[in-house]
């Protein structure tokens, strides 16, 4: 990894230390061209026009978010948020649900999609099983298998929880969905830009991503993976002006592809920067992303753990580039204004988040700093200095 020409083409990296990938990346200049060119061509010749032109290249970004998960493009939807992508194929799925049906997830899921949960055990009396974590802190597997029956519909977790600081075993996790041919949907919003993560692999039918965070595209997108297999067989919650074609007046016909799910207009400028994103993460390699971003959170958990004050909050053994920790005597808010004084940006985990675990471990906020690989050891011993020097 050229980490020298990555840094000079990260003009966030320049004066200051960003710590927050997790929450939203820094845009690398690829990335940032990319969006800001077809802004200004939008301007100069309207925005239908400038997408016209644009046409190849906003096609290419379904070939190169599938080649990063090892999927086939009409497997892939571009849509604005993960959480859009995610509620797409949940609803979908949910609304052939009865009550009693079971959704298995576990201690450490995502807000946004608990709240899913709860709404359609509100409306349908489905029932939700949350599987604890074993005591080395991932997801419990004899727990996963021993709740499987025929009354589980959905087996749905996040692969690295927002602040837990783990990567779940979801290799292991899909194995048991497939064995028990119950559809596998994986939130992978924060483990997608920094970790190797290949479908196939892991044996998950649907998956759901957001480009500002580790993959370091444009806010306001993300994606959806929807397995062929399993989208032959589901019928997309809402009918959208691209996912069905009005061909008579009281016929439509669904678009068999995972865009099914999209809508037609779209942030432009927004796609083609997640393409491009997705091929700047594809030219480094994502396995050598993924050694750096475990190599600096190591150095920094190692770090934080030579400062008596600190208790790190991290989950488990197989650890991702998210790092939680608490100080004794400073409160996670204060810690976060002391950073970014220092022009050091972390972000500080609050219980709501993933409020099941945070609430079980006695946390109400935790401090979460995430670095990349585009970071340095020496900006990591200087996070580590600042903290040092908070001790009272
Ligand atoms: C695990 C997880 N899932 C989903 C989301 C939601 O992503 P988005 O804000 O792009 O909808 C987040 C955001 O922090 C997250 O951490």
Known sequence: MDLMKIRNETPGAAGRVHLDNAGSSLMPSPVIAAQMDHLKREAEIGGYLAAEEAGVRLEKVYGSVARLIGARSDEIAIMPSATDAWDHAFYSLAQDMEAGDRILTSQTEYRANFVAYLHVKKRRGIQITVIDHDEAGSIDLAALQDAIDSSVKLIALSHVPSSAGHILAAQKVGEIARAAKIPF??????????????????????????????????????????????????????????????????????????????????????????????????????????????????????????????????????????????????????????????????????????????TKRGFNQLVRLSPHYYNTEEEIDRTLNVLNSMRR
């Open 185 to 358: 949907l994986l939130d992978a919003c924060q483990s997608v830009g920094q970790l190797h993560v290949d479908v196939g692999e892991i044996g998950c039918d649907i998956l759901s991503a957001t480009a500002r965070k580790f993959l370091r595209g444009a806010r306001g997108m993300g994606f959806l993976y929807f397995r062929q297999g399993l989208l032959a067989r589901t019928d997309p919650v809402m009918m959208t002006n691209q996912g069905a074609e009005w061909v008579s007046p009281d016929r439509y016909e669904k678009r068999r592809d995972a865009r099914v799910f999209e809508a037609w207009e779209r942030n432009v400028a927004g796609q083609l920067a997640l393409g491009a994103a997705v091929d700047y993460a594809l030219d480094i390699g994502i396995k050598n992303i993924e050694a750096r971003v475990r190599l600096l959170a190591n150095l920094l958990r190692r770090g934080l753990s030579q400062i008596p004050d600190v208790r790190i909050a991290d989950l488990g053994e197989d650890l991702s580039g998210i790092v939680t920790f608490e100080m004794r005597k400073n409160a996670p808010g204060e810690i976060k204004a002391v950073l970014e004084q220092n022009g050091i940006a972390g972000q500080v985990a609050v219980a709501e988040h993933t409020l099941l675990d945070m």
